[in-house]
């Protein structure tokens, strides 16, 4: 069935250092959405990204669509503490729902 | 506060046992969905209703049952609990039956089995 693939799992980095997270699909996606869900937390939605090679930026966070719509990325510049949390990706299933990455959870170091 | 109104919030049962989560879509929105997180794993989707009907069914077990009323709050019964169920469970909610527009979940039910 159809898989997103997100990596990596986990990542620690020490505040003011970059953080990039991946999603891979195993089918060609209609649109990738992303997620951040922080300890405790529920998932709260970020941004949808649409068209083949589009790159959406909020503050300090780029979101990339690949050109063949099966790949995505988030990139957030200078993590700061309230960056915590786990970032998940999820792409439109077959029949119309959600399908979600595992999540990568990132830390960051004071 | 998401307008997505889970309860209860935490829940404690014993294996064999049957319970019911409630989910209340903000206001506006005719589309539920259904996820379940464990320890460590990503939101596995379970079941999807629009408007009262369902829509789409994931990873559901036999024993896992859902459904939406005519006010559009939805319900998702477990029954024959086993220790593996314990989980988080969310609802989502969207205003169209769409994978295009972002979801709104609710805060959670902690589900714990002993």
């Known amino acids: 069935g159809q898989q997103v693939m997100q990596i990596p799992q986990y990542q620690h980095v020490q505040e003011g250092e970059d953080f990039t997270t991946y999603c891979n699909s195993s089918?060609?996606?209609?649109?990738i959405q992303w997620y951040k869900q922080r300890p405790g937390g529920h998932p709260v939605f970020l941004i949808q990204?649409?068209?083949?090679?589009e790159v959406k930026k909020q503050k300090r966070l780029t979101f990339q669509f690949g050109e063949a719509k099966k790949n995505s990325s988030l990139h957030i510049t200078a993590t700061q503490t309230t960056d915590v949390g786990t970032y998940f990706c999820?792409?439109?299933?077959?029949?119309?729902?959600?399908?979600f990455g595992k999540g990568t959870k990132l830390s960051v170091k004071p | 506060d998401s307008g997505v109104t889970q309860t209860p919030k935490h829940l404690i049962t014993a294996t064999g046992q049957r319970v019911t989560l409630r989910c209340s879509p903000r206001?506006?929105?005719?589309?539920v969905y259904w996820y379940q997180q464990s320890l460590d794993q990503g939101l596995q989707f379970l079941i999807q209703?629009?408007?009262?009907?369902?829509?789409a069914k994931g990873n559901i077990l036999e024993r896992f049952s859902a459904q939406q009323f005519p006010d559009l709050h939805s319900e998702l019964n477990l029954s024959s609990l086993e220790l593996g169920d314990s989980a988080l469970y969310f609802c989502?909610?969207?205003?169209?039956?769409?994978?295009?527009?972002?979801?709104?979940f609710g805060s959670g039910t902690r589900l714990t089995v002993v």
């Open positions: 989502a909610s969207t205003k169209v039956d769409s994978s295009n527009y972002g979801y709104t």
């Open positions: 209703y629009y408007n009262g009907e369902e829509r």
């Open positions: 990204l649409v068209k083949s090679g």
């Open positions: 206001s506006g929105d005719l589309s």
């Open positions: 089918t060609t996606l209609s649109n």
């Open positions: 999820a792409g439109g299933g077959s029949q119309g729902n959600l399908i």
